[in-house]
């Protein structure tokens, strides 16, 4: 098919065009009047002007009213220039006020093209690149804000740094000098600060006193009073900051002329500081103040602001504890100082490891160790730790009396004033006489076990020469007193009818002289060997009443000195008070009873001696009553207490009367010994009636 196309190629670029995606028009360079244009560039005119209104107008005409005046005058001063000047225009993303307050954006292009060297026409080329502009734009945005974040974040992860530097700087800190010290390294690690001061406000005193700083010149104050009225504080940050619990920021005044707070702050006043900070430490209360300032203004003192914020309720924290630590060191110091002066010795062990807590000196000395060289060593491990081995000669056993009894206490079981025998790192052997405690926790809980312990070895070895020379003297008293007393008999046995009355007074004498002493010496081997705990008496089942009757009928018929009397209440002569007795130890508890009521009361006073039924209500058990009573000196009421005391004596008796003081202290241990009790009731010059009551196993009534 043959089709007419002499006029195709004008129809088909004019067709091109039309459907063009980008604005096409041709100027005249002179008028500026639109030649030609295509859909695209018509539709970007106001309605009044599109479809082909426009062509045969000029840009003065066709942009009238279309856009704001600004914008008209300079697209047409654009236009013009390239019409004139023959420049080639390119404006990438030229903006123009689009409608409801809009930006377009438009790549826009203007092409002069020549005839025989004149500028004829201006080729304009316009595209809306509006989506395009408002795309980058958002990604921008989009962009500018990622950064931002990204800022913020960093800034974050450095305070937090910040943060970590500084709480790490209070660990196994344990004095608060020590730990501001810690403290103001770590911030001036973080912040490099100019002047750094760490002031601490102790409970119950009146100041803020500087604990620590961290600066060539010296902080200015080192202590800053209380005002009495807080409100007073305001001219004093430092204080201003301890009472109003939030930091307090002042900056140095650019004018020459300080003004009246700065002159007050004494940081600020300080030539080379510029901006200075102040960070109260508040944990319940506050426990003092941070200071820190800088030397420009330009710091980032909002980074150290909310850093030290942040650390501030733990740096409190760790303050009060660590005040808490200190005072409790110097405590425990003083209170070991204390007993390192003790001539007892004394050790603590920790129950959960069994090691050696504490041991003062007088210990370390008695044990022949060092003290030093025991703390913190295991019960266990004594003799190894310092030795390194066993210690030849050393039996186990004895060796480890002290730390059984250590051991034990932890496990519950206390021992107190026990003689325990230690064998010393030298061999040598010591006797201590020690105590255990379990110390407890409120509920119960032991925690630690302590002994005390005295070195009785001397008082021992003493002991030991005493009983000694008690058995010595025991034996070259009595031989000598009994050869003696034998002479002394035969030679009264020798008496006849013409021997003087005073040769018969004289062997007598010599008799009942020697028969006293040889009391005497029994009465002290008795109270030696109650020492040793060797008096044992010598029980029979046996009737009471009988013997002791003989007993006292015996002095009844030998005292001329005195009445004595027998009396029996509420018991017939034949009845049998049946028991467990030592006769000759009865007898001696009688006769120092009745001794004693002959030698304090006066010539010719009666003395009675009377046996009873001893009933307690409800009877639980039958016991005998046996009593004393004279009409002597009586006993003081001071005296009353100690008279059963070994070698006491009363002062209100005659010093001549002989005695020892022993009599009573071995009557009361015989009772004692027998089952039974001792006591006295006694009045100043009236008499006194000591009372023995001993158990009984039965009651026999003979018919
Ligand atoms: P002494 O050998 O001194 O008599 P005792 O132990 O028998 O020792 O008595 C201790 C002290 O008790 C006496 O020294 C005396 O002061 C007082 N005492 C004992 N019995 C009597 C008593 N019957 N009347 C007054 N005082 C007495």
């Given at each position: 098919m043959n089709v007419e196309r002499d006029t195709t190629v004008q129809t088909y670029a004019h067709l091109m065009l039309e459907h063009l995606s980008a604005g096409i028009a041709l100027f005249d360079a002179n008028d500026l009047c639109l030649l030609a244009s295509n859909a695209m560039y018509d539709s970007l005119h106001q309605v009044e002007w599109q479809q082909g209104r426009a062509l045969g107008h000029t840009l003065d005409e066709i942009l009238n009213g279309a856009a704001n005046h600004a914008e008209i005058l300079d697209i047409i001063a654009i236009f013009r220039n390239v019409a004139e000047t023959g420049t080639f225009f390119h404006a990438q993303e030229y903006p123009t006020s689009g409608s409801m307050r809009s930006t377009k954006y438009w790549d826009w292009m203007l092409e002069p093209i020549f005839e025989q060297g004149q500028v004829r026409y201006v080729l304009v080329t316009v595209t809306d690149v509006t989506a395009q502009v408002v795309a980058r734009m958002q990604t921008d945005q989009a962009h500018a804000a990622l950064t931002q974040v990204h800022h913020a974040s960093e800034l974050e992860l450095q305070r937090l740094a910040h943060v970590e530097t500084i709480l790490s700087s209070l660990q196994n800190m344990h004095r608060p000098k020590e730990l501001a010290q810690a403290v103001l390294a770590a911030i001036d690690t973080c912040f490099s600060p100019h002047l750094l001061a760490f002031y601490s406000a102790q409970p119950g005193q009146k100041n803020l006193s500087l604990l620590a700083s961290h600066t060539s010149a010296s902080p200015p104050h080192e202590e800053l009073a209380f005002p009495s009225n807080p409100l007073d504080s305001s001219e004093f940050p430092t204080l201003q900051a301890f009472y109003q619990s939030e930091p307090v920021i002042r900056l140095k005044s650019q004018d020459t002329g300080r003004n009246k707070n700065e002159e007050k702050d004494a940081f600020l006043a300080l030539p080379a500081i510029q901006c200075v900070i102040y960070v109260p430490l508040w944990k319940n209360r506050c426990e003092g103040v941070l200071v820190v300032a800088f030397?420009?203004?330009?710091?980032?003192y909002e980074l150290l602001v909310r850093t030290l914020s942040e650390c501030a309720p733990y740096l409190a924290e760790a303050l009060v504890s660590t005040r808490l630590h200190a005072a409790m060191i110097d405590e425990r110091r003083r209170l070991y100082t204390i007993l390192d002066q003790l001539p007892e010795g004394i050790v603590l062990v920790e129950s959960r490891t069994s090691k050696i807590s504490y041991i003062n000196t007088a210990a370390a000395h008695m044990l022949g160790f060092d003290a030093s060289q025991l703390i913190g060593v295991p019960l266990n491990q004594v003799e190894q730790s310092l030795t390194g081995a066993h210690i030849p000669g050393q039996q186990p056993e004895t060796a480890s009396h002290w730390k059984f009894a250590l051991i034990d206490t932890l496990w519950g079981k206390t021992i107190t004033n026990q003689e325990l025998s230690i064998t010393r790192l030298d061999g040598s052997k010591i006797v201590v006489l020690g105590s255990t405690a379990a110390i407890r926790t409120?509920?119960?809980?032991?925690t630690e076990a302590v002994m005390v312990f005295q070195d009785i070895t001397a008082l021992k070895q003493l002991e030991q020469q005493k009983s000694d020379f008690f058995a010595i003297a025991n034996h070259e008293l009595r031989t000598p007193l009994t050869v003696i007393t034998g002479f002394a008999e035969l030679l009264h046995m020798r008496a006849t009818s013409e021997t003087d009355g005073m040769y018969k007074y004289a062997t007598q004498s010599i008799t009942q002289e020697c028969d006293h002493l040889m009391q005497l010496i029994h009465e002290m081997l008795d109270v030696s060997r109650l020492e040793y705990d060797q008096l044992k008496i010598q029980s029979q089942?046996?009737?009471?009443l009988v013997p002791l009757r003989q007993a006292v009928d015996k002095y009844v018929h030998s005292t001329s000195t005195h009445r004595l009397r027998f009396t029996l209440e509420g018991i017939q002569p034949t009845t049998s008070l049946m028991g467990w007795f030592d006769m000759l130890r009865i007898e001696q508890v009688l006769h120092n009873l009745i001794n004693n009521a002959i030698k304090y009361s006066p010539l010719q006073s009666e003395i009675e001696v009377g046996v009873s039924l001893y009933c307690n209500i409800p009877a639980i058990r039958q016991e005998v009553l046996i009593w004393v009573k004279d009409q002597g000196i009586g006993i003081t009421a001071s005296d009353l207490p100690h008279i059963f005391e070994r070698f006491y004596r009363a002062d209100n008796m005659d010093r001549s009367i002989s005695g020892f003081g022993i009599g009573l202290y071995l009557t009361k241990e015989l009772v004692q010994e027998h089952g039974g009790r001792i006591w006295v009731e006694s009045t100043e010059q009236q008499g006194s009636t000591f009372f023995v009551v001993l158990p009984l196993k039965e009651i026999i009534h003979e018919v």
């Amino acid at each position: 098919m043959n089709v007419e196309r002499d006029t195709t190629v004008q129809t088909y670029a004019h067709l091109m065009l039309e459907h063009l995606s980008a604005g096409i028009a041709l100027f005249d360079a002179n008028d500026l009047c639109l030649l030609a244009s295509n859909a695209m560039y018509d539709s970007l005119h106001q309605v009044e002007w599109q479809q082909g209104r426009a062509l045969g107008h000029t840009l003065d005409e066709i942009l009238n009213g279309a856009a704001n005046h600004a914008e008209i005058l300079d697209i047409i001063a654009i236009f013009r220039n390239v019409a004139e000047t023959g420049t080639f225009f390119h404006a990438q993303e030229y903006p123009t006020s689009g409608s409801m307050r809009s930006t377009k954006y438009w790549d826009w292009m203007l092409e002069p093209i020549f005839e025989q060297g004149q500028v004829r026409y201006v080729l304009v080329t316009v595209t809306d690149v509006t989506a395009q502009v408002v795309a980058r734009m958002q990604t921008d945005q989009a962009h500018a804000a990622l950064t931002q974040v990204h800022h913020a974040s960093e800034l974050e992860l450095q305070r937090l740094a910040h943060v970590e530097t500084i709480l790490s700087s209070l660990q196994n800190m344990h004095r608060p000098k020590e730990l501001a010290q810690a403290v103001l390294a770590a911030i001036d690690t973080c912040f490099s600060p100019h002047l750094l001061a760490f002031y601490s406000a102790q409970p119950g005193q009146k100041n803020l006193s500087l604990l620590a700083s961290h600066t060539s010149a010296s902080p200015p104050h080192e202590e800053l009073a209380f005002p009495s009225n807080p409100l007073d504080s305001s001219e004093f940050p430092t204080l201003q900051a301890f009472y109003q619990s939030e930091p307090v920021i002042r900056l140095k005044s650019q004018d020459t002329g300080r003004n009246k707070n700065e002159e007050k702050d004494a940081f600020l006043a300080l030539p080379a500081i510029q901006c200075v900070i102040y960070v109260p430490l508040w944990k319940n209360r506050c426990e003092g103040v941070l200071v820190v300032a800088f030397a420009s203004r330009q710091e980032a003192y909002e980074l150290l602001v909310r850093t030290l914020s942040e650390c501030a309720p733990y740096l409190a924290e760790a303050l009060v504890s660590t005040r808490l630590h200190a005072a409790m060191i110097d405590e425990r110091r003083r209170l070991y100082t204390i007993l390192d002066q003790l001539p007892e010795g004394i050790v603590l062990v920790e129950s959960r490891t069994s090691k050696i807590s504490y041991i003062n000196t007088a210990a370390a000395h008695m044990l022949g160790f060092d003290a030093s060289q025991l703390i913190g060593v295991p019960l266990n491990q004594v003799e190894q730790s310092l030795t390194g081995a066993h210690i030849p000669g050393q039996q186990p056993e004895t060796a480890s009396h002290w730390k059984f009894a250590l051991i034990d206490t932890l496990w519950g079981k206390t021992i107190t004033n026990q003689e325990l025998s230690i064998t010393r790192l030298d061999g040598s052997k010591i006797v201590v006489l020690g105590s255990t405690a379990a110390i407890r926790t409120p509920q119960g809980m032991t925690t630690e076990a302590v002994m005390v312990f005295q070195d009785i070895t001397a008082l021992k070895q003493l002991e030991q020469q005493k009983s000694d020379f008690f058995a010595i003297a025991n034996h070259e008293l009595r031989t000598p007193l009994t050869v003696i007393t034998g002479f002394a008999e035969l030679l009264h046995m020798r008496a006849t009818s013409e021997t003087d009355g005073m040769y018969k007074y004289a062997t007598q004498s010599i008799t009942q002289e020697c028969d006293h002493l040889m009391q005497l010496i029994h009465e002290m081997l008795d109270v030696s060997r109650l020492e040793y705990d060797q008096l044992k008496i010598q029980s029979q089942y046996q009737d009471l009443l009988v013997p002791l009757r003989q007993a006292v009928d015996k002095y009844v018929h030998s005292t001329s000195t005195h009445r004595l009397r027998f009396t029996l209440e509420g018991i017939q002569p034949t009845t049998s008070l049946m028991g467990w007795f030592d006769m000759l130890r009865i007898e001696q508890v009688l006769h120092n009873l009745i001794n004693n009521a002959i030698k304090y009361s006066p010539l010719q006073s009666e003395i009675e001696v009377g046996v009873s039924l001893y009933c307690n209500i409800p009877a639980i058990r039958q016991e005998v009553l046996i009593w004393v009573k004279d009409q002597g000196i009586g006993i003081t009421a001071s005296d009353l207490p100690h008279i059963f005391e070994r070698f006491y004596r009363a002062d209100n008796m005659d010093r001549s009367i002989s005695g020892f003081g022993i009599g009573l202290y071995l009557t009361k241990e015989l009772v004692q010994e027998h089952g039974g009790r001792i006591w006295v009731e006694s009045t100043e010059q009236q008499g006194s009636t000591f009372f023995v009551v001993l158990p009984l196993k039965e009651i026999i009534h003979e018919v």
